[in-house]
Each structure stands twice: as C-alpha cells, then as structure tokens.
C-alpha cells in the first residue's frame, strides 16, 4: 500500500476515535440537562434544519447525482419540522411514566453515544432526523457518511452541531467523519464510547453493525408490493403509485415495487397508470432495462439508482415518450429468473396480474421472501375484509391503504411515526419493527414498591419422612401428586396476599 494511501487510512481511524471521544464527552454533560434544555435545543436544530433544506438538496443532489431536488427539499422539510412536531411533546428526561395502579415509576436514561450511518440516497435529511432524535434523548451522535456524499452529509452534521450548541448544547454533541473509508466505520461502530449503532444503508452495512458487538437498531430491504384489489378506486392507486414510486426517483426503501392487479381491473388500471405517465415495456424492452438496472448477482447497478425512467430508457437504448416517469416490466415470476421481481431503488417497477385477491396474496408473499420479509405492503381496496386478510397474513410490518407507499411508510401520509428508520423486525433480521422515535435511543429505569407478601405455604412432606432417590443417578425421586399439591399451595398463597 503506497505511504500516502496508508496516511489516509490512518488518519480515517484516528477521526472516527476523535470524534467518538469528543461526543461522549459532551454527551456526559447532556445527560443532566433538563427536559426544557434538550427541547429548547431539538426546537432550534429544526429552525436551522428548515432555513436550509434548499441549499442540503442542492448539494445531496449535485453531490450524489441521485434523486430530485425538489423532493431532497421535502425529505429535510420533512426531517425537521414533521419530526419535531411528532417528538417535540414527548418526555424523555427524568420520570416519563407513573404507574399508579402498579406503583411503578419509569425513568429515562440516555443511551450514550450513537453511530449514526448514514446512505446515500438520503444523505442530508437522515442526519437532520438522527440528530434530533438522538439529542431528544440526551444522545450524542457521530455520523459515517456514504463515500458518495460525504461533503452534504459532513455540512448538514455541522449545521446541526453549530445550532445545538448555540442552544446550549456542549460542542460536539453532534459529530461526523470526513476522511470517510470502511475502516473509519468500523472503528466508530466498535469504539468503546460507542452505545448503540442506528444503521441506514445496505444490508451488508448493517449487518457489520449488528456484529459489532454493540446493540444496533437497522433496517433490511423493502421489495414493497402494491397489491390492487377490484373494489379500490383504480385513478387514486394509479396516481398513488406513479406518485411514489417517483418521489426522489424511488430512493425511499417503502416505495413501490412491483403491483399486483386481480385480472377483473387489470386493463382499466394500466389505462389509468399509462396516464399518469407509466411507460409499460415490451418483452424484449424488459430484457433490456433488467441487464442494465439489475446485476448478475441480483444486486441492484448502483449507476441505475434515484434515476429518472428517462435515464435508464437510454441507458437500456430503448425509446419512450417524452413525459414517461417510471417504466413499468410485466412479470411472469418471482426469482432469479425474473430479476426485476426484486428491489429496485429507481423508477422502474415490476407488474403482475393475477385472478382473485387469494392469488394476489400469495404473490405478494412471494415477492417479499424474495427481499422484503418485515418491511412494508401497499394494499388499494375498499373491502374491509379483504385489508384484514391481508393484515393478518402478510410478513410485514407496514401495512399502507390507499395510500403512496413510499410517503406513508414513514409517516408523511399517515399517522405512523415520522422516521427515515423503519424496522423490519426479527422476520427482516431487524430489532425494531416500528419506526424509529426517540423513545428507541433511551433506556428506563424502573422503581417498583412492594404490591403484595408472600407466605411461605404449609408443606404436606415436611421432611420428616425421607424423600426416596434413584438407585442409578443419586437423584432424588420426588411424587408427582405431592409437587402438584405443592404448587396449587404456593399459588393460593400468591394470590390471596396483599399489602
């Protein structure tokens, strides 16, 4: 390795252990802040964060060559104000619960210091949303950027930092390496600061992040189907798919992709999704965008992703009308045979169709074991009936109606919790299965008095007559009735006492 190189990776490690020094630091003297300081500092981080979406989108967008402007403004818009507004009333310092009834009270404790990874697709507007979760939560925070983001990434961390400490917070509280390299994340995630790892990004990164050895919340893919009852109202699912699955080009992990239509509205619907400007490709058009946007290993091309449909029609060489804004492959199956059946984080989508809704229920199934087992659905019905069924039989744990995928997966358009984090939980190898709040990144505390006493029952064998054991292992041989007895007796007791 040529000396200069070495240099630089050295000084990526030494980063990474500076900043985690420095955020513990400040975290210390966070931790005995009062619920009206850390709330005074989340208020003004979300001022800042919303004076400056426009110039972080610029600079995501020119940086990352990923996604849309106009959308990245949305996505820091949202970071800041929806955030604020959903964590702003919530107690995280001192006693945030007392049980009464119980005589329990719960107390909040910060965690520590967070690793906070952050992806390229969303590189400004998740540092906005794990810094003021995290400092809700009396947290400080050090952020790894994507290598293709670094320097939005390292502004929007300094924003943040410079507004939490004009409000009071310590320097340092919010951190971020700038000599970024695998080593440098490695290091922040095990560093001995280190608390707790929130992980955004590849399944490969996260998965380093729940090996680190340190407790870690991360998220798995979203291979999200859409799945298009008879009964739903076709010009709204049409208009909420194309919608979403263009929203910032389809970078959101909840976004849309593929729809499964039942057969009996499986034309009007295409009717509709062709007027809100889908293009559907012909056989050979879908061999074509599958070998540039997918690669062998069923990896998505990193080239193809957050890439208007127009982008990849001429990366595929193949021709669409000018307002085309996603491109649409009709589907024969599930699989490494069918390779835009997975995720793609672009504005392409797969299309199925199938006969009844019991069909289009174990296609979607299908379709989510192959990448998206804990993530999210989309489901556009107005049977009641059928929605619970599908509740109650898919492995996910977002189930949106009627309603943009990509938006309401984390809480933009419904009452879910607003969060750039969504869990996927044990099926998705994910240890949360909500979306992450501040009420996440605390441990409680729990002070609990005495409900009741416990007497001691009057045992029928009270060793005067000797238990017999077994010839063979020494063991003693206990009667089966007599240890029934005295369990009934121990229960009795139990619950017959009180204070």
Known sequence: MPALELDRDLASLQEARNLAKQASKAQQILKDFTQVQVDRIIDVMR????????????????????????????????????????????????????????????????????????????????VIYKAMIALKARNAIVFSPHPSAVRCTAEAAALMNQAAV????????????????????????????????????????????????????????????????????????????????????????????AIVAEE?????????????????LEPDEVEKVSRVVMLPNGAMNPKAVGKEAKYIARMADISVP????????????????????????????????????????????????????????????????????FAEKKPVFRILVNTPSSLGGVGATTGLAPSFTLGCGTWGGSSVSENVTPLHLINIKRVAWQLRTIERPKLVN??????????????????????????????????????
């Open 47 to 126: 001022e800042v964060a919303e004076a400056n979406a426009e110039r972080l989108a610029l600079m995501a967008v020119t940086e990352s060559g990923i996604g849309k402007y106009e959308d990245k403004v949305f996505k820091n818009y949202f970071a800041a104000h929806y955030v604020y507004d959903y964590i702003k009333d919530m107690k995280t310092v001192g006693v945030i619960r007392e049980d009464r009834e119980h005589k329990i009270w719960e107390i909040a404790e910060p965690a520590g210091v967070i690793a906070g990874i952050v992806p390229t697709t969303n590189p400004t507007s998740t």
């Open 264 to 280: 009996a509205i499986a034309d009007d619907l295409i009717g509709h999704l062709k007027r809100n400007g889908a293009y559907f």
């Open 322 to 389: 000018e307002q085309t804004k996603c491109l649409i492959a009709p589907l024969g199956g599930v699989g490494p045979s069918w390779p835009l059946s997975h995720e793609k984080l672009t504005t392409v989508l797969g299309f199925y169709r199938v006969k009844d809704w019991e069909e289009g229920c174990e296609r979607c199934i299908q379709l989510l074991e192959a990448g998206g087992i804990g993530h999210s659905l989309a489901i556009h019905s107005n049977n009641e009936d059928i929605i619970r069924e």
């Open 462 to 499: 009270t060793g005067a007559t000797p238990i017999p054991q077994n010839s063979r292992s020494g063991q003693p041989v206990y009667d089966q009735q007599l240890v029934q007895e005295v369990v009934s007796q121990v229960m009795k007791a139990i619950k017959g006492s009180h204070c």
């Open 166 to 257: 004009s409000a009071g917070a310590p320097d340092g509280v919010i951190g971020c390496i700038t000599n970024v390299s695998m080593g440098a994340t490695n290091e922040l995630m095990k560093h001995p600061a280190v608390a707790l790892i929130l992980a955004t990004g590849g399944s490969g990164l996260v998965k380093s992040a729940y090996s680190s050895g340190k407790p870690a919340l991360g998220v798995g893919p979203g291979n999200v189907p859409a799945f298009v009852e008879r009964s739903a109202d076709l010009a709204n699912a049409a208009e909420c798919i194309v919608t979403s699955k263009t929203f910032d080009n389809g970078t959101i992990c909840a976004s849309e992709q």
